[in-house]
C-alpha cells in the first residue's frame, strides 16, 4: 500500500461534523472506512458503520464520542451495502440501545424502544437483487428515497442517489456546508473502482453539478477544493476510453478483440501480473460505450461500430 495521508482515529472537522475512523485499514479501505457524526444537538445522525470484524474496537470509539458530546444518535444513514460500510450497524445498534453514563452527570438515561436507532439505505436496482449480501440480508433498514432530507439540530443531510459504485450508492448534501458525503463515489486519494462506468460517470457529472465546497469521502481526507478532483475522476476516465477506442479502430474493424488484447495495448507499462484487474477494467469501458453504442460485440470479443 503506497503512503497515505495520516488521520486521527477521532477528528472534528467542522462544527457540525465528527469524523470516526472504522479501525479497518488495509489496500481497499485505505486508512479505515470514514464514518461520521453529524449535527450539534443531543439527538445525532451517522453516516455508515465500519465493518463487523473491527466494530469492537470502533464502537468503542463511537461510546467515548457520545459521551463527550452527551449525544445519541436518531439516525444511521448507509451510503452502500459494502461490508466495510454496513459491517458495524448491529454493534452500532446495539450500543445506542444500551444504557450508557454520562460522565460528570447525575443521571443516566437510557433509550426507549420508539427512540430506537433508525437504520436507512437506498434499495438496491431490481436486476441487482439477487446479489444481496447475508450481511445486508440481516440488516433491518428502512427504504430511503432520492431527494428524501434527513434533518436534526445543526444539520440538513439530502439523499443524492449516485449509482455506478454499486446500485444503491448514496452521497449525502449537508446542505449547511454545501458539503457532500460522497461515500465510495469519490475518494480522499485515489480513483474509486465501479461495478457501472456508465451510471458512474453521469453520478460524477451530478457531484459536478452541485459544484460543492467540501467533500467527506468514505475513505481518505477531505477534499478541500472538490471540483478539480471530480473533473480528474471524469478526464481520467474520458482518457482511457479514447485510448480504447482507438486500439479497437485500429485493429478490431473486422476481427473481434478480447479485453486482455486491449489491455496488451493500452496498459502497456502495466505489469503483466496486473492485466487481470486492468480487463476487468476495460470491460466496464466496453459495457459502457455499447450502451453508447460506440463499440459493438460481449465480453471477450469486441468489434468498433461501423
Known amino acids: 500500500m503506497t503512503s ?45 458503520a465500519g465493518d463487523k470484524t473491527t466494530s469492537t474496537e470502533y464502537t468503542k470509539h463511537l461510546t467515548e464520542v457520545l459521551r463527550s458530546e452527551n449525544a445519541t444518535l436518531e439516525h444511521l444513514l448507509l451510503t452502500h451495502w459494502h461490508h466495510d460500510h454496513i459491517g458495524g450497524v448491529s454493534a452500532v445498534k446495539a450500543l445506542v440501545e444500551s444504557r450508557v453514563t454520562e460522565p460528570n452527570k447525575s443521571k443516566n438515561w437510557e433509550i426507549s424502544k420508539s427512540d430506537r436507532l433508525r437504520v436507512s439505505k437506498l434499495p438496491r436496482a431490481p436486476d441487482d437483487l439477487q446479489n444481496i449480501s447475508d450481511d445486508e440480508r440481516s440488516l433491518k433498514w428502512e427504504a ?122 493500452v496498459y502497456k507499462d502495466t505489469p503483466e501480473n496486473l492485466w487481470i484487474a486492468a480487463a476487468e477494467n476495460v470491460n466496464h469501458h466496453l459495457k459502457k460505450l455499447l450502451k453508447e453504442r460506440k463499440v459493438r460485440g460481449d465480453t471477450g470479443a469486441w468489434l468498433k461500430c461501423v
Open 144 to 265: 430511503m428515497e432520492n431527494g428524501q432530507s434527513f434533518r436534526t439540530e445543526g444539520a440538513t443531510l439530502t439523499v443524492k442517489w449516485t449509482p455506478g459504485h454499486t446500485t444503491d450508492h448514496a452521497c449525502l448534501k449537508l446542505e449547511e456546508e454545501n458539503a457532500i458525503f460522497s461515500g465510495d463515489c469519490i475518494l480522499g486519494e485515489g480513483t474509486a473502482v465501479f461495478e457501472d462506468l456508465y451510471d458512474y460517470m453521469a453520478s460524477l457529472s451530478e457531484i459536478l453539478d452541485i459544484s460543492p465546497k467540501l467533500i467527506y469521502p468514505g475513505h481518505g481526507p477531505v477534499i478541500e477544493d472538490p471540483v478539480p478532483r471530480i473533473k480528474f475522476y471524469i478526464a481520467h476516465r474520458h482518457q482511457r476510453e479514447k485510448e480504447i477506442l482507438d486500439v479497437l479502430y485500429k485493429h478490431a474493424t473486422e476481427t473481434p478483440m478480447s479485453e486482455i488484447d486491449i489491455v496488451r495495448r
Open 4 to 48: 497515505l495521508t495520516a488521520i486521527p482515529t477521532v477528528s472534528r472537522i467542522s462544527s457540525r461534523v465528527i469524523r470516526i475512523l472504522g479501525c479497518n485499514p488495509g489496500p481497499m479501505t485505505l486508512q479505515g472506512t470514514n464514518t461520521y457524526l453529524v449535527g450539534t444537538g443531543p439527538r445525532r445522525i451517522l453516516i455508515d
